[in-house]
């Protein structure tokens, strides 16, 4: 089985090396790199052109957005299985492939498989986990989601369901995966195991004005898919939310 793991950056000098590290560390050999980058202005594609001969898939042009440019490494990813890594993020270490591996190919019929993430602060410290152990399909209307780095997913799924919407600007992972996990239930399976170690300060977690404009998507995305909620119901996510850190 080929896997395709999809880094979009732009101007990620900082962070690309260790994210790009982090997937030719892996042991699992049959894995496909695509990096789309958004036309960097900082020394980001220096850096991946050292990696050049280990990188499938390299593309820098001006995007629509990250999930515009999530997107287009999709379009051309060949694997069997879609994953995506942030260009902040990174495997938690060099067997994560490998065991996303193991358990689509012990159910064939098995869609995506989803697992835990772990915080890290400024210092490099870990500030704390997310596990998706407790969360089911029936928390989106509740605002909940599982940790979209952690969502690896068969690429018919796209074709079939559609891709990630570019009117989003943050919560776009949030309707697509709502879009097909809950409303056309493809097949799913928790994975007890840290996949990525993320960054925080990303766009999602970035201040209260991100926490609002995520809502405002939040609302949106259940209005297109007709799943039931309101703005109490997305907000009191944060009471439970304790719930699902460890």
């Not at 090396?17 to 699992?28: D, G, H």
């Not at 490998?98 to 064939?108: A, R």
């Not at 989003?168 to 990525?196: Q, T």
Request: a positive charge; proline letters at 2%; charged letters at 20%.
């Amino acid at each position: 089985m080929r896997v395709s793991i999809i880094t979009v950056c732009f101007n990620s000098e900082k962070t690309i090396k260790q994210t790009i590290e982090s997937v030719l560390n892996q042991n699992y050999y049959n894995i496909e790199y695509v990096i789309i980058d958004g036309g960097s202005k900082d020394n980001t594609l220096n850096i991946i052109e050292i990696y050049r001969s280990k990188i499938n898939k390299i593309v820098s042009e001006p995007d629509k957005g990250i999930y515009d440019a999530i997107n287009k490494g999709i379009q051309l990813a060949s694997g069997e299985v879609v994953g995506i890594l942030n260009s902040d993020d990174v495997l938690d270490n060099c067997d994560i492939i490998n065991k996303i591996v193991e358990n689509f190919e012990s159910n064939k019929e098995l869609d995506s498989v989803i697992g835990d993430i772990a915080f890290i602060n400024n210092n490099g410290k870990l500030y704390r986990k997310f596990s998706a152990l407790h969360w089911n399909p029936t928390k989106f209307a509740w605002g909940m989601m599982p940790p979209h780095p952690t969502f690896y997913c068969k690429k018919n799924i796209f074709y079939k369901y559609g891709f990630y919407r570019i009117d989003f600007k943050i919560a776009a992972d949030y309707e697509l995966m709502m879009r097909f996990l809950l409303v056309n239930n493809i097949s799913y399976k928790y994975i007890p195991i840290v996949f990525v170690n993320m960054n925080l300060g990303g766009v999602s977690t970035k201040n209260i004005f991100s926490k609002i404009q995520i809502n405002k998507e939040v609302m949106y995305a259940c209005r297109l898919n007709n799943v039931k909620t309101n703005i109490l119901k997305i907000y009191t996510k944060y009471f439970f939310k304790i719930l699902e850190f460890n």
